[in-house]
């Protein structure tokens, strides 16, 4: 079994900064890829930013410049660093793990995180 912890969320004003940690636990092998994504209140959950194993990366349009997705492939670790909040990044954010390969053999397409809360005040 697999397991991502997530960690970093909070209340913050407008203009402040956060990092977000999502940690997978198992006996992993690897790990494809790695994202975070968002869902606000009455709204579906949307894409963040994502990184493949080899470090390539997506943004969404409305948080290109501003967050920063990175990962630690040793530690099977995503982060997510994001600066120059705006109330309307409040959301609780979901840290995802696509093709999750254990030690063993067994292959998980995707493993979600509980959540965390984000809130960004005006």
């Known amino acids: 079994q697999v397991q991502l912890v997530e960690s970093g969320g909070g209340l913050v004003q407008a203009g402040g900064s956060l990092r977000l940690s999502c940690a997978a636990s198992g006996t992993i092998f690897s790990i494809n890829a790695m994202g975070w994504y968002r869902q606000a209140p009455g709204k579906q959950r949307d894409l963040v930013a994502t990184?493949?194993?080899?470090?390539?990366?997506n943004y969404a349009d409305s948080v290109q410049g501003r967050f920063t997705i990175s990962r630690d492939n040793a530690k099977n670790t995503v982060y997510l660093q994001m600066n120059s909040l705006k109330p309307e990044d409040t959301a609780v954010y979901f840290c995802?793990?696509?093709?999750?390969?254990?030690?063993?053999?067994?292959?998980?397409?995707?493993?979600w995180g509980q959540g965390t809360q984000v809130t960004v005040s005006s």
């Open positions: 995802n793990a696509g093709g999750v390969r254990l030690y063993g053999g067994m292959w998980y397409n995707d493993v």
């Open positions: 990184i493949t194993r080899g470090r390539i990366t």
